[in-house]
Nanobody, 119 residues
Framework: QLQASGGGLVQAGGSLRLSCAASDRTVSNNGMAWFRQTPGKDREFVAGVDWNGGTTSYGDAVKGRFTVSRQKAQSTMYLQMNNLKPEDTAVYYC??????????????WGQGTLVTVSS
């Protein structure tokens, strides 16, 4: 089970840090990722990280502003979000991959945490 937390209301230009903790410690060997979704739109890839935190990837909309991290072989992942924009407003979800890196093949999803950025 994945538990995402850290969402909230922030002004544009501000920062938030999201956390995703897995109750199953075996996921420490799997890639993980963040997605986000707004009503009426498809779920959008935000960032992914491999099992040891050494390799990361980002969606174009967040490059240079967001940083995904995790400690090697740990089951908790973070998303540091800086310079937030109103268009970052969404429900953010975390996911675990079937492989040791983020391959785009999620095997499980967490519940979302709402991020609201006011202008």
């Amino acid at each position: 089970q994945l538990q995402a937390s850290g969402g909230g209301l922030v002004q544009a230009g501000g920062s938030l840090r999201l956390s995703c903790a897995a109750s199953d410690r075996t996921v420490s060997n799997n890639g993980m990722a963040w997605f986000r979704q707004t009503p009426g739109k498809d779920r959008e890839f935000v960032a992914g990280v491999d099992w040891n935190g050494g390799t990361t990837s980002y969606g174009d909309a967040v490059k240079g502003r967001f940083t995904v991290s995790r400690q090697k072989a740990q089951s908790t992942m973070y998303l540091q979000m800086n310079n937030l924009k109103p268009e970052d407003t969404a429900v953010y979800y975390c996911a675990v991959d079937r492989r040791a890196f983020w391959s785009g093949s999620p095997q499980s999803w967490g519940q979302g945490t709402l991020v609201t950025v006011s202008s």
